[in-house]
């Protein structure tokens, strides 16, 4: 079975502009979550979609925006962007949202100049 | 808020020396609680879990115990190896509908031979 899968896996983009990430989860698994991860803030969870529906929020900034289409495909994407967005954004799946253990892809890593 | 505090790295020790990582969390309710593991350019994966009170987790020799009265859920490997180097993750989900992850800020563990 194959794994969560991230594209793309690296992306430099300048101030301002705004970036589309994706997210295939694993076959037959329905929920998804993403996260922010950074040297200085350790791991922070960004939102977490189940059947096409946000279940959960994290506490960032409107600019920061997801979805999930009907074949549990997920895309977040970051607008206007800033030089702390520079991270790796990593993206979990699981059975569905009661599931305890996750699943998680390889990241993509976001560089902002 | 729910949150979890991790002790700081990086920790070093010799092959097959003790190893214990500290963990303590803050929670209303009865949280579930993990250990992820972060090998060298691999992704995060779920090494171990507990999710009630005084239950035992345990995976490839390593083993936490769920403490209510301490709030901690600390890691513990009898004879660490070469191949255990990796960063360590402390995580809690909420109890109820709020089952985000919160995470610790990971502890990086070198072991020499």
């Known amino acids: 079975k194959a794994g969560v899968t991230q594209t793309p896996r690296y992306l430099i983009k300048t101030r301002g502009q705004q970036v589309t990430l994706s997210c295939s989860p694993i076959s037959g698994h329905r929920s998804v979550s993403w996260y922010q991860q950074t040297p200085g803030q350790g791991l922070q969870f960004l939102f977490e979609?189940?059947?096409?529906?946000?279940?959960n929020k994290g506490n960032f900034p409107g600019r920061f925006s997801g979805r999930q289409f009907s074949n549990s495909r997920s895309e977040m994407n970051v607008s206007t962007l800033e030089l702390g967005d520079s991270a790796l954004y990593l993206c979990?799946?699981?059975?569905?949202?009661?599931?305890?253990?996750?699943?998680f892809g390889p990241g993509t890593r976001l560089t902002v100049l | 808020g729910n949150s979890v505090t991790q002790m700081e790295g990086p920790v070093t020790l010799s092959e097959e020396a003790f190893l214990t990582i500290n963990c303590t969390y803050t929670a209303t309710g009865y949280p579930s609680l993990f250990w992820y593991v972060q090998y060298p350019g691999e992704g995060l994966q779920l090494l171990l879990k507990?999710?009630?009170a005084d239950d035992k987790g345990s995976n490839k020799g390593f083993e936490a115990t769920y403490r209510k009265e301490t709030t901690s859920f600390h890691l513990e490997k009898g004879s660490v190896q070469v191949s255990d180097s990796a960063v360590y993750f402390c995580a809690l989900r909420g109890a109820g509908n709020n089952r985000k992850l919160i995470w610790g800020l990971g502890t990086s563990l070198a072991v020499n031979p």
């Open positions: 979990a799946s699981s059975l569905d949202w009661r599931s305890e253990g996750q699943f």
């Open positions: 979609y189940f059947s096409e529906t946000q279940r």
């Open positions: 507990a999710t009630k």
